[in-house]
Nanobody, 124 residues
Framework: QVQLVESGGGLVQAGGSLRLSCAAS????????MGWFRQAPGKEREFVAA????????YYADSVKGRFTISRDNAKNTVYLQMNSLKPEDTAVYYC?????????????????WGQGTRVTVSS
């Protein structure tokens, strides 16, 4: 079992930055691929970014590529999402997720464990 707790959300003006953190419990965190998803009001949950267990591979949705950076610190059991040049359309609840199979996938069903989410609001 892995428990995930996100933090770092908040209210920011367009063009600003936030860094989300996701702290994981469990000794096997370093072997899991990790992902970030988001869900805006009235919309389906969508993929944002993913990272392999070794940080050797990262993947991004086209909508955030060049603005967001996913990273992880296996010694701290934490994955991060640095969000720069934020836009109002980035407003959503952001979730981190863990994939024990290590696929770093873009689909929510590939992830077995989820956090409760942290809200990000970008004002125009």
């Amino acid at each position: 079992q892995v428990q995930l707790v996100e933090s770092g959300g908040g209210l920011v003006q367009a063009g600003g930055s936030l860094r989300l953190s996701c702290a994981a419990s469990g000794r096997t965190f370093s072997s899991y691929a990790m992902g970030w998803f988001r869900q805006a009001p009235g919309k389906e949950r969508e993929f944002v970014a993913a990272i392999s267990w070794s940080s050797g591979s990262t993947y991004y949705a086209d909508s955030v590529k060049g603005r967001f950076t996913i990273s992880r610190d296996n010694a701290k059991n934490t994955v991060y999402l640095q969000m720069n040049s934020l836009k109002p359309e980035d407003t959503a609840v952001y979730y981190c997720a863990a994939d024990p199979m290590g696929y770093s996938g873009r689909y929510y069903y590939q992830y077995d464990y989820w956090g409760q989410g942290t809200r990000v609001t970008v004002s125009s």
